[in-house]
């Protein structure tokens, strides 16, 4: 792991985190040799397979859902 000192952080800042970016390598900030921080790669979430049926088991179904369709033709809309 490159160790950096915090004054040359502070005035490369973006360059070290871009490198951390890329590499994916962490840089340990040091003042008066003593470690002080450390800037790692963020950590990506892994992305799923498949996206259809991830919602699968999150619902729940309370009450009659047929009865309303058996009451189709007492609709004032359907009478016309």
Known sequence: ME???ISRFK????????QVQR????VL????GKPIAE???LRTPK???RW???MAGTARITGDI???ASDIEDWEALRD
């Open 52 to 54: 259809l049926g991830s």
């Open 39 to 41: 800037v790692v790669p």
């Open 29 to 32: 900030i040091t003042r008066f």
């Open 3 to 5: 160790a950096i000192a």
């Open 47 to 49: 992305r799923r397979k």
């Open 11 to 18: 005035a490369t800042c973006l360059r070290v985190v871009k």
């Open 66 to 68: 047929i009865s309303p």
């Open 23 to 26: 590499t994916r390598k962490p």
